[in-house]
């Protein structure tokens, strides 16, 4: 079993900087991709971004492509989330997980398994 922790969610004001980080526990998951999403208030939670298992492939929904930046640092079992320049409509509750299961997407939540709880990030205009 995973455990997915998620940390560093906060209040920033439009154009600030916050680093997420999700720690793992349990069975390691240095052998699989992670991903982040997020679900603002009365909508369906939606993709934000890949890493692979290695670090060396991302990919990122257009929303935030350019201002937002998956790592991984697998001797820690952390993965990061770095947000830059970021807009009220970024304000969500932030999620980690697993993907478990590829199927030509990196975007599907059916793929991924062992979310964590979430963090909170509120970004003021």
């Known amino acids: 079993q995973v455990q997915l922790v998620e940390s560093g969610g906060g209040l920033v004001q439009a154009g600030g900087s916050l680093r997420l980080s999700c720690a793992a526990s349990?069975?390691?998951?240095?052998?699989?991709?992670m991903g982040w999403f997020r679900q603002a208030p009365g909508k369906e939670r939606e993709f934000v971004g890949r890493?692979?298992?290695?670090?060396?492939?991302?990919h990122y929904a257009e929303s935030v492509k350019g201002r937002f930046t998956i790592s991984r640092d697998n001797g820690k079992s952390t993965v990061y989330l770095q947000m830059n320049s970021l807009k009220p409509e970024d304000t969500a509750a932030y999620y980690c997980?697993?993907?478990?299961?590829?199927?030509?997407?990196?975007?599907?939540?059916?793929?991924?398994?062992?979310w964590g709880q979430g963090t909170q990030v509120t970004v003021s205009s």
């Open positions: 890493i692979s298992w290695s670090g060396g492939t991302t």
């Open positions: 349990g069975r390691t998951v240095s052998g699989y991709a």
């Open positions: 997980a697993v993907h478990v299961l590829y199927r030509g997407t990196d975007s599907s939540q059916q793929d991924y398994a062992y």
